[in-house]
């Protein structure tokens, strides 16, 4: 069986819509129908609040899990250069890494459409790569270059993807939170059949603007699915010694929800498919994403300080979410040759955007003015190597 194909085809569903990808797919395996066969996988049970649960048996193909699996190894091989960059003073400032996490934002690509909104935190690289960006408008961002997601003023904590409706990282905590509601609000008031996301992790779920969102939305039923990423460790802080109760996904009292295994993707696809469903028929609901960080909680954070080494490794060892698809594939005969390819490629696509971005041109001074001031006459910027600027203002500016 060829895999190349779905290589290419991932590729290609990164930097346009989900259904051109499903037509690539099938392009490529004409000649193999295998690829397409339906077989089932059994995911961890669903734990419920005042709700059913979905069934725990999960259909899905070799042609879905190939094209998951290009996705997830991509974002993991992102996030590892990201490192690596930031290691090396190209990356500057805040950074967020998701690599551990990549089985949530997965999920939920293959669950919904480009025509439903998507909102989160600071986290963001593998959130607009999974909405169709591409890897070299991650890094260029990153280094704060102009061909970046945000052209290179927004930086790691804010990447959009406008046309993908993805609204974005925001920096301040929970934040995001009723503006995903708004979108949800937004959808509904035109009429339209499409959701909101908002995801936000364990640390931000005891914030008071989640609750009013909260009520909001189930009042007025809403079709937004609250997403609770908890990685059990809001920055360095334990989840059990900031919340009085750790069970994110009661915690909407009226509004029903399901924890899920966040490290394995199919369960996560499954449950957003489920929850997309019971959001336009009846509301809101919350979702608990049970995953792990594997860096720390920023660049800043060595993240061995209130966990031990070991419980890392054991979650690589066990729970590993991209070795869990992996397994999957070589499980259904997959090659292990053609998966290998898979993952070279990934790792070209990124070493290449990572050169590239190292050399692009920055954003012109007149650019950081935009969004900031109207028209900032006799203002001086001040600037990293010491001293001050005027630097001319350009009206015709406009974010991708």
Request: neutral net charge; contains cysteine.
């Amino acid at each position: 069986m060829a895999l190349a194909a779905i290589a290419a085809a991932g590729a290609a569903g990164r930097s346009g819509l989900l259904p051109a990808l499903g037509r690539a797919l099938q392009r490529g395996f004409a000649a193999s129908a295998s690829a397409d066969d339906k077989f089932t996988v059994e995911v961890m049970p669903y734990k419920a609040h005042k709700i059913e649960p979905p069934s725990n048996q999960v259909e899905t193909s070799i042609a879905e899990l190939t094209s998951m699996y290009e996705l997830m190894y991509t974002m993991r091989r992102m996030e590892i250069a990201a490192d690596m960059m930031y290691k090396a003073k190209l990356i500057r400032g805040f950074c967020h890494l998701y690599d551990g996490q990549e089985a949530v934002m997965t999920g939920i690509e293959y669950a919904i459409n480009r025509e439903d909104a998507v909102i989160t935190s600071y986290r963001d690289h593998c959130q607009l790569l999974a909405r169709g960006g591409t890897v070299k408008q991650v890094m260029a961002e990153l280094m704060g270059k102009a061909e970046g997601a945000t052209k290179g003023v927004g930086g790691s904590m804010h990447m959009y993807r406008k046309q993908a409706e993805f609204y974005g990282g925001c920096g301040i905590v929970g934040a995001q939170i009723p503006l995903g509601a708004g979108l949800a609000l937004a959808k509904k008031y035109e009429g339209k059949r499409n959701i909101g996301i908002t995801m936000y992790g364990d640390g931000a779920a005891n914030q008071g603007q989640k609750y009013e969102a909260l009520n909001m939305a189930g009042l007025w039923n809403i079709p937004v699915i609250f997403v609770c990423e908890n990685n059990h460790y809001g920055m360095g802080t334990a989840e059990w010694r900031a919340a009085k109760s750790s069970t994110f996904y009661t915690r909407g009292d009226y509004i029903p929800g399901l924890k899920v295994d966040g490290m394995d993707v199919l369960a996560v696809k499954n449950a957003v498919a489920f929850a997309k469903q019971h959001v336009l028929d009846n509301g809101p609901i919350i979702l608990e994403m049970d995953t792990y960080r594997y860096h720390g909680h920023s660049m800043s954070d060595p993240g061995s300080t209130y966990r031990t080494r070991d419980e890392i490794s054991t979650m690589r060892q066990e729970r590993d979410p991209v070795e869990r698809v992996k397994k999957l594939l070589l499980a259904q005969g997959v090659d292990a040759g053609e998966v290998k390819a898979i993952e070279k490629k990934a790792k070209k696509e990124v070493d290449t955007a990572v050169e590239e971005s190292k050399v692009a041109a920055p954003p012109p001074m007149s650019w950081q003015w935009k969004n900031v001031y109207h028209d900032p006459v006799g203002i001086k910027l001040r600037t990293t190597t010491g001293g001050y600027v005027t630097p001319s203002y350009d009206p015709t500016y406009t974010l991708p």
